[in-house]
């Protein structure tokens, strides 16, 4: 790769993961300041709380990575950092999907309308149980985290350089399939949480069809409060599990990188697909929250009476 392909990737990677930040950041402070204020926590804002707060982690995780490989390649070199790189990437990707799919947990039994007595008693009882399963996200996602930090060795970069001899050579491919498999193995447990919300969209599918349906018989209008919530909680979870697809497909090209030549810009290209999963998703939340929607209005009104004072 030249130098200035480099600087300009890295560059569009750093725009990426600052404009994600901006947006998980602006959803960590309104929550925060609402439970100044109001002494409490709703649980929909702990959850896109700590949703957002993984995501900034798991962006700073991609950015680093990305302007490691950049500016200091000799660090793919040395064991230890790439332990530490691969530990919190493995720990802050395994937190944003648990806390997501707990957001669409959280959507489905706040929306959906079923009569059955098991799905009734989770209802009730919805807020107190995922405030428990962010606790226990954490230590699954500690749990699946700490294998990374084992079974990497050293130099499984930098033999790929030593082709000149044979054993090297041969020693470096397996080293590089084996780093490759577990961190592959490692993040399959990402299909679980995926699972959930994509069952929790399939539920809220069913739910609207019945909802419009008897909306139907008894000849009233779809733009029902019911409806407005049923559509814009599909949304937040599709646009979740389509750009979650899209981040997955990213760490797959990234991962395979090992047996490809020129495999920094393929490592740079995933990450920079990577980064738009934690960025974008975080603006949909956003638009499809009332609260951070309309304090994002209060913002934009704020810095366009601002720019007029200046401007005058």
Known sequence: MSYKVDTALMLVAVGEA??????????VLVNFMGWIKSKKIACIDSILTSLAMSRICLQ?????????????????????????????WT????????FAACLSIFYFFKIANFFHPLFLWIKWRIDKLLLRSLLACLILSLCFSLPATENLNDDFRRCVKKKERINSTLRC??????????????????????????????LLI??????TRQMQLTASGYKDPSTTAHIRAMKAVISFL????????AFLIATSSYFMPESELAVIWGELIALIYP???????ILGN???RQASVRVLRKVKTMLKGRNC
Not at 60 to 88: A, H, S, W
Not at 206 to 211: C, F, N, Y
Not at 242 to 249: D, E, H, M, N, S
């Open 60 to 88: 700073c995780i991609i950015l680093l990575d990305c302007v490691i490989l950049v500016q200091y390649p000799d660090t793919y070199n040395r064991g230890k950092e790439m332990r530490i790189i691969d530990f919190f």
């Open 173 to 202: 491919k397996v080293n590089k399939a084996g780093h490759a498999s577990a961190k592959v193995n490692l993040n399959l447990v990402m299909l679980f949480p995926f699972s959930v919300s994509l069952v929790s969209f399939l």
């Open 91 to 98: 720990l802050t990707n395994h937190l944003s999907v648990w």
């Open 206 to 211: 069913l739910s609207l069809w019945r909802h």
């Open 290 to 292: 009332s609260k951070l």
């Open 242 to 249: 389509v750009l979650f697809i899209a981040y997955c497909l």
């Open 279 to 285: 960025s974008s998703h975080s603006f949909i939340l």
């Open 18 to 27: 600052l404009v994600g930040i901006l947006g998980n950041a602006f959803i």
